[in-house]
């Protein structure tokens, strides 16, 4: 067997690295030209510059994020074993957490499968591939999930924008079985997505939990959901027995699946085609209020550079959502923007708030469900944030 290639850190380089972290930047390592010529998404050997080993990882000369670790010992291969070895360890994990074969699989990093997501449901895989290493990967891929969960559809929903940053194309395809409409189940109630044409994996898992905390504090109440794709917190409140629920989102697609999960599942709401700000502007002007205000808007914050501007959005985003929360009602503010942290976040919306001349009290924080496990030394890996306030 031909001997593998062996990448380089530099002298006092590698900080993160060496605290944990499973990445390395490009301007860390000796990229002198034979390390330049590899393929992107070459297995290669890591090593500190002093000879010790960092471990196992894919590397892409291409990308910024220039090594992505996925195993601590040296000589590790990417193969159908080892893929197979992780997965188990993600679905014992699920299993243990869920009942029900509904989920987030694997969580890139926090399950040690860098640049790899698989949302699951039940018999149904779809799978997202963010990386050359993976890509390059992709039959031992397959051929360890049939192993592992012998799924009867796989597909692959390689469209994100993030790909073109390790030199890949977008892509989508049903890898095996027969693609279409699926059903979900989640906290009890059973909504409709569609893994080939919504939007990323065409289900957001990560707001599992926070739709059943919302749904708890719903009965009797008036709810607005705003962003609310195919109604995953509205459906639930609905069913909880919310007095009126409003569906709001900018995609007809999506207001139409959520209509007929709504129906699916008994449940009433009216689906509202509009922009949430224009329509929030409007509500208030009406002097319409809502007991419960639900804001969870795509990412405002989808690079560092845009972090001010962003920010402003969410301020402004909380400022309209309070204006139109009734006194003693509930206001939830989500991001789901890697790129700007907890604290921030926290500041805009208490600011917005403060702006609308609300009083508040932040009865909740969280993230997302614990199927989407956490790097512990990658902070990038905890992306999303729903605050609630009571406001008076
Ligand atoms: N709350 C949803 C997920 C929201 S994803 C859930 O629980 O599943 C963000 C949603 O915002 C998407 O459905 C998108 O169509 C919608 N969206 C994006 N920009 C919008 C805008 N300006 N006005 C209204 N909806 C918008």
Redesign the pocket.
Known sequence: MSKRPTIVIKPREGRRARAGAPWIFSNEIVMEGAAKALPPGTVADIKFDDGQDFGSGFFNPKSLIAVRLFARAPSVAADENFFAARLKRALALRERLYDRPFYRLAHAEGDGLPGLVIDRFGDTLVVQISIAGIEAKLPVLIAALNKVVAPKTIVLRNDTPSRSLEGLDTYVRTEQGIAGRIAVEENGARYFADPGQG?KTG??YD?RDN?AFIASLAKGRTVL?A????G??GILAARAGAKEVIC????EP?LKLAEESAAANKASIRAVQ????EEMTRLAAQKERFDMVLA???PFVKARKDLEPGAKAYRKLARLAADITTPGGLLMMSSCSHNIPMDRFAAECAAGILKSGRNASLIHVAGAGSDHPMHPMLPETAYLKALVYALD
């Open positions: 939007q289900w957001y707001q739709r959901d962003y609310s794709y195919t995953g917190f709001l989102d900018s995609s999506a509009a922009d949430v700000f969870d808007p795509p």
